[in-house]
């Protein structure tokens, strides 16, 4: 979905953590028009010719679990910043503000089943976005040269530099 909604700028964010998203009301307007011309898929995203930006349910559920990992703290969680409530603390009404270890085991939770899902396919190999790909090289490329932090405490310094690298 094509949503009129920006998460702030890495900088920004550290910057203020509890103001983290601006709405795009030029995005909205822009949405809005679409939908009037074509209906319900006005809201979709788009590519650069106009036609819908389509993708399979590899790629959808790849880019919410990299979006996920994207905002991962070592020894803290994942950094809620859509100033939303997320998987259980939607139940305490608490607002997605600090980081997040609920979700961070959700993740995980989800990752173990969705390993065991895609081992019984029969499915090879799946097309992704290249943007999607970089993304994916990115975070997996600063989860590899940092993964010997994790041998002893792990530092504030270091935890921001594991954050900045994914995001």
Not at 75 to 91: C, F, K, L, S, V
Not at 94 to 110: K, W
């Amino acid at each position: 979905a094509n949503i009129p909604y920006r998460i702030r700028s890495f900088e920004d964010l550290i910057e203020d953590p509890k103001n983290t998203i601006d709405y795009d009301y030029k995005r909205e307007s822009a949405i809005e028009k679409r939908k009037e011309q074509i209906g319900a898929d006005g809201a979709l995203l788009t590519n650069t010719d106009g036609s819908v930006y389509q993708v399979n349910f590899i790629e959808k559920i790849l880019a919410t679990v990299l979006a996920k990992i994207s905002n991962y703290i070592p020894e803290g969680g994942i950094w809620m910043n859509t100033q939303r409530p997320e998987w259980n603390d939607a139940n305490n009404a608490l607002v997605g503000n600090g980081v997040s270890m609920v979700t961070l085991y959700y993740l995980r939770r989800f990752l173990a089943f969705f390993k065991g899902l895609i081992s019984q396919s029969a499915v090879s190999e799946v097309q992704i976005s290249v943007e999607l790909k970089e993304c994916f090289d990115q975070i997996h490329e600063t989860l590899e040269s940092s993964v010997h932090i994790l041998e002893g405490t792990i530092s504030n310094k270091q935890k921001m530099e594991v954050l900045s690298g994914l995001g």
